[in-house]
């Protein structure tokens, strides 16, 4: 979920727009949880490629040990 969706129980505004200093902490809270995943640097293509590879690779252990 993005923050730009959620609304402030505080002040009722969309938290994106950060009225009041509930707002503004839980977007700064949400911006530093996004960049913490280690694939938020990755690109959608990057990722595609890197789930392709994985199925690859679980395809070919799976004709080996078969």
Aim: proline letters at 8%.
């Amino acid at each position: 979920m993005t923050y730009d969706r959620l609304v402030c129980a505080n002040c009722a505004a969309p938290v994106s727009e950060g009225r009041c200093p509930v707002c503004r902490a839980s977007r700064e809270r949400l911006k530093e949880a996004r960049g913490q995943s280690p694939f938020s640097q990755l690109s959608p293509p990057a990722l595609l490629a890197l789930l392709v590879a994985c199925v690859a690779a679980v395809v070919v252990l799976a004709e080996r040990f078969a």
